[in-house]
């Protein structure tokens, strides 16, 4: 019997970004307090060196490895890519907040790194079990970010619900997964692809395994019926765990999505366009309307900048095209960058023994910093979709390949949405520039802080005003990993 060695190429980035969070780990253990920081910069240093192996490797060409479980596409690459600069922002935005709070620690970034490493494994799964791998490694990694602030009553309450549903939806998905399994006997998803296809498989089976994979699915990406997680877990956990949990895993449900639906399920689209058209209505309707009555601010952007925003991602996927694909991979990429933003002002604002999270608090917030009051100004317009902003593109990317679908009815429901979207936004900036300010204090904050924040408006502002090179490289992305 001979065992044929793996190509290990496709696989560098994940083997690093393991040792590295070992060596992070290791390293914790020996560093003092005073020199936390080393702990820090080494992470962000594992960050670049993945990054960089990613940009290196990338052949244009599709590979897979270890027995065709794994495989490395553009679209692969680039969702990795996009989470990675996710994560080293949350890394930097979130540093001067966890210190006085006894965040800032090896903890921390060990747990978001292993999350990490669950994204990038998800991204390129290819295989059932390689899924529900990356999967369970996110998931469980997020529930240990969650409870981190160990004496905090409402993060641990967070934990435990996200904990609870989420094993809930992984039953829903691994039950739905078994039933795809029981009616194509096998687990490799391109094999399912064909056994589905030619007919070999029991459409009654196929039917009941998609529902229980739709809904393990909507599970993770927060959209109604399953929304009920979100806004708790988004108010109890510390705002820089929030900042995560808002920001990368969503681009691993993208890809959740683009590997089960799409690609292994394709043959299927009038059967799982149906359930997203539902799901993606009631996220927009439950979303806008519940986050107009919200006065924290965490829970606002819960409702509105994930459950409702998620409903808008869904309406590119459910389009059924390339261009759809695309467009939703746009709109992830841009939804990335405005929840970074928007959170990362939120930490900004928070101080020791402070906690930033009502919409009063940014009262009045232009007479104590004009410069973060228009960063705030920039994410605020983007959510809303008005022009010159990454977030007017892509609802319109979106929208348009709805509208090419044929589908006239849910783009007027989903412009609709969004106007009433408008308002809870438009309430955010009437605080920060006609109100008073409850305290008058000036906004002190790091320079890597104001120089992360002014990148992140300028990416808004870039890609506003210039979306077309991001659209082309998604388009590309997508069309060269579907083919």
Known sequence: MTFATPNLVPVYPEIFL???????????????????FLTYACSQLALVVTAALLVVGATGHILTTFGGMFIDDPMARTLKLVAIVAVSFVMAYSRA???????????????????LLGIM??????????????????????????????????????????????????????????????????????????????????????????????????????????????????????????????????????????????????????????MLVIVAMLSMLVGNVTAIAQTNIKRMLAYSSTISHMGFLLLGILS????????????????????????????????????????????????????????????????????????????????STVLDAGMTWLVVYAVMMSLIGAFYYLRVIKLMYMDEPADNSPLIAETDHRVLVGLNGLAILVFGIVPQPLIDLCMVSISQSMR
């Not at 393991?18 to 936390?36: C, G, H, P, Q, T």
């Not at 966890?98 to 060990?110: A, C, I, K, S, W």
């Not at 995560?244 to 394709?266: E, H, Q």
Request: glycine residues 8%; charged residues 10%; neutral net charge.
């Open 18 to 36: 393991l040792m590295a969070l070992s060596a992070v780990l290791m390293l914790d253990l020996f560093v003092s307090e005073a020199k936390r």
């Open 97 to 115: 907040y966890n210190q006085p709070r006894g965040l800032f620690r090896g903890e921390f970034y060990v747990l978001v790194m292993s999350a």
């Open 121 to 274: 494994v998800m991204i390129s799964a290819n295989h059932f079990l390689v899924l529900y791998l990356g999967l369970e490694l996110l998931s469980l990694s997020m529930c240990a970010l969650i409870a981190l602030q160990r004496d905090s009553a409402s993060a641990s309450e967070a934990a435990m619900k996200y904990f609870v549903l989420a094993a809930l939806a992984s039953g829903l998905l691994l039950y739905g997964l078994s039933m795809l399994y029981g009616a194509t006997g096998t687990l490799e998803m391109p094999l399912v692809a064909n056994a589905i296809v030619s007919g070999a498989a029991d459409p009654a089976i196929l039917v009941f395994g998609l529902v229980f994979v739709v809904a393990g699915l909507a599970f993770k990406l927060g959209v109604v019926p399953f929304h009920m997680w979100v806004p708790d877990v988004y108010e109890g956990a510390p705002t820089a765990v929030t900042l995560f949990v808002s920001t990368a895993p969503k681009v691993a449900a993208f890809a959740f999505f683009m590997r089960l639906l799409v690609s292994t399920l394709g043959s299927m689209v009038s059967d799982w366009q149906s």
């Open 320 to 399: 059924g095209s390339l261009g759809g694909y695309a467009a939703a991979m746009f709109y992830v990429v841009a939804y990335v960058l405005m929840s970074l933003g928007a959170f990362g002002l939120i930490l900004i604002l928070s101080r020791e023994g402070f906690e930033a999270d009502q919409l009063d608090d940014l009262k009045g917030l232009n007479k104590r910093s004009p410069w973060y009051a228009f960063m705030m100004l920039l994410m605020m317009i983007s959510m809303a979709g008005i022009p010159v902003s990454v977030g007017f593109f892509a609802k319109l990317a979106v929208l």
